[in-house]
């Protein structure tokens, strides 16, 4: 390859690469910027969302229609609205406070919704698809409808869109969700006797592991320590922290551990009343911390 030639491979990279600079800049200027920031919550979600818009007219409680990647929808502020600061993220605007006619709209699809959710599930099972639906739900102006379903394994429904795009002349988006995200929409009560964290107030899901129930030295019993949604609790998250400090400088257990010049294994404890049982052959001793271990500090635990 000869020198001119290599010069014009240059040059039209840098065309390229300029092109692509110039692309992102217009994309930057057309981002629309607001006055206000407005804080939004949907129905069955507790999480805020924030949207964008001109005028302070709207206040706590008051509904609201906004443009979402879904459509439109109808909201409910939650937060009083502040003063909007530019970070150079896209943000969806409120279209408008809602209408008398909105709010009998949104009543109405959810009745539609639940028809087309027995529509979709006929559908299915004529086509013989191994999916389970778990939700039906229409946009605020019925331009599009979302089926929610669950599946062990990839499904083919490019014949299924075929036959509900027929029946329902509208955009139809088939979404597939998890186990916790199922448990999350159909509810329940947990095995504390309250409403299930995930329906009453969790917006995402963290990982539980099972290292999380052997640090608070619950028995590994999977069927006791799992939800209904299958898996781990989620419950088991909220005081590992804690769990993990009270242990701090502990032995196992199972350890083999020397008291009053006799060789014992530690066979159980409790960090939360901060007693241990130790045994042997011929012998089972029930002690606090501060006996088993005088020299370490506990005042703080």
């Known amino acids: 390859m000869n020198h001119e030639n290599k010069l014009n491979m240059k040059l039209n990279h840098d065309k390229k690469n300029t092109e692509k600079i110039n692309h992102y800049n217009n994309e930057i200027k057309e981002k629309k910027e607001y006055k206000y920031i407005a804080f939004v919550s949907f129905s069955g979600s507790n999480k805020i969302y924030t949207f964008g818009c001109d005028e302070d007219l709207y206040r706590v409680n008051d509904y609201v229609v906004v443009e979402t990647i879904r459509g439109q929808e109808l909201g409910k502020i939650v937060k009083e609205t502040e003063t909007f600061i530019p970070n150079g993220m896209e943000i969806k605007p409120i279209i408008r406070k809602a209408t008398e006619k909105d709010l009998n709209q949104a009543s109405l699809n959810i009745e539609k919704a639940q028809k087309a959710l ?12 191994d999916m389970k639906l778990i939700e039906a739900e229409y946009t ?16 083919d429904f490019r014949e299924l869109l075929k036959e509900l795009a027929g029946i329902f002349k509208c955009r139809i988006e088939l979404r597939q969700i998890g186990p916790r995200n199922k448990a999350k929409i159909v509810g ?10 995930c329906s009453r107030f969790l917006n995402d899901f963290d990982v ?61 404890m409790n960090v939360l009343l901060q007693q241990v049982k130790i045994e042997n052959k011929e012998d089972v001793q029930f002690l606090t911390f501060k006996e088993l271990w005088p020299d370490m500090d506990f005042t703080d635990r």
């Open 118 to 129: 027995e529509i979709c599930n006929n559908c299915v099972i004529k086509l013989g698809l």
């Open 188 to 197: 329940g009560l947990g095995m504390c006797g309250m409403e299930t964290c």
């Open 208 to 268: 539980v592991s099972i290292n999380m129930a052997k640090n608070q030295l619950l028995a590994l019993n999977i069927q006791k320590l799992s939800g209904q949604c299958g898996k781990l609790m989620c419950c088991l998250k909220y005081e590992d922290g804690q769990y993990k400090k009270l242990r701090e400088g502990l032995p196992k257990l199972n350890s083999q551990i020397e008291y009053k010049g006799r060789r014992y294994r530690i066979t159980s």
């Open 140 to 155: 605020l102006d019925c331009s599009k409808i979302i089926f929610v379903y669950v599946a062990d394994e990839r499904v």
